[in-house]
């Protein structure tokens, strides 16, 4: 079939069009010529339930709101008191032993000291509980209640009556990146609008390197492991500790991110994984507090690990290359 003139014009203007788009898409995508590589992404961790143990993955979806393993997003769930305040490790430790894991439309968790594991759905298409109003980091918030059993699940498991388990959905509007006036950001904005981040602390994203845990252990009498920090991207880089101070755009993978701060920790950090007890001399913030207090408000904890947020949306996998501009660059 022969197209008029006036249809075969159209169809080059739509043609034009999209390719302009295409061209425009590449060349906003492609990494500065002068970005430095600094090593490879070696671990990726999600960590689907707040202050719960992590999962180890191959390759995640990054997103705005932070890393998603096929819709289920990073720190989606948590638990909270029967006066909604929510529950951290640096409070109840015995939150790291809880394992989830991901089993087709279900997230599963278990734990040692248990026979019945908990099984809730990964997603809802509707409000089915009810939506709960919580404060947290100084913002209100609401999420939805995960059930009953949920609940009587957690509360034997705590061994403290009326806990709650809730879940960051979709169908409410999400928690946007908290304003932090006492503590410097590399880049003023928080990120595009959309980017939410839920139950997480402060970023969408936090980043370690090995070189800044060998640093530290090598001036704690017990080593840590990585986890200890909670990162969703851990790198193997040549560089020097602490170097990541300076790493102002990193690309990995499909993603490019911006670094938004260094993390300053918590007692959360004292944890040990393995035991779900914290540590009596208080390590390894004990140490770091010697050497890497780098912010001056009261409140703020020894620096360790960088929050990112994504500018570039994409697939990240183990063994991808890493690249970097530097804050003077």
């Not at 602490?242 to 490019?256: H, L, Q, S, V």
Request: net charge neutral.
């Amino acid at each position: 079939m022969e197209l008029t003139d006036s249809a075969s014009t159209l169809l080059f203007l739509a043609s034009s069009a999209i390719l302009r788009q295409v061209m425009t898409w590449t060349k906003r995508r492609q990494r500065p010529p002068h970005v430095e590589c600094v090593g490879t992404l070696r671990r990726i961790r999600f960590h689907p339930v707040k202050s719960c143990c992590g999962i180890e993955v191959d390759e995640v979806d990054c997103t705005h709101n932070g890393v998603n393993i096929g819709g289920t997003k990073d720190r989606q769930w948590a638990f909270v008191t029967p006066d909604h305040q929510v529950v951290h490790a640096k409070d109840e430790p015995s939150l790291v032993l809880i394992q989830p894991s991901l089993k087709g439309d279900q997230l599963v968790l278990t734990t040692p000291s248990m026979d019945t594991s908990l099984q809730v759905p990964r997603d809802y298409k509707s409000l089915e509980h009810p939506v709960i109003n919580i404060n947290f980091w100084r913002q209100d918030f609401q999420v939805m209640d995960c059930g009953d059993d949920a609940a009587a699940w957690i509360s034997k498991y705590l061994g403290k009556e009326g806990y709650r388990m809730v879940f960051s959905t979709r169908l409410l509007p999400d928690r946007p990146v908290p304003p932090q006036p006492d503590k410097h950001l590399f880049n003023a904005a928080p990120g595009p609008k959309d980017t939410g981040i839920g139950l997480k602390n402060e970023r969408p994203y936090l980043l370690g390197t090995n070189t800044s845990l060998d640093d530290l252990n090598s001036k704690l009498d017990v080593e840590i492991p990585m986890e200890r920090f909670r990162p969703n991207f851990i790198i193997d880089t040549h560089c020097p500790p602490y170097d990541e101070d300076n790493w102002r755009e990193i690309f990995i993978g499909d993603a490019k991110f911006s670094t938004l701060s260094m993390c300053d920790r918590c007692p959360i950090t004292t944890v040990d994984i393995d035991t779900g007890t914290k540590d009596p001399l208080g390590e390894p913030l004990k140490t770091l507090r010697s050497y890497r207090k780098l912010y001056s408000g009261a409140r703020r904890g020894p620096c360790f690990n960088t929050t990112l947020t994504a500018d570039w949306l994409g697939r990240v996998k183990v063994g991808d290359k890493v690249y970097v501009l530097r804050d003077s660059e």
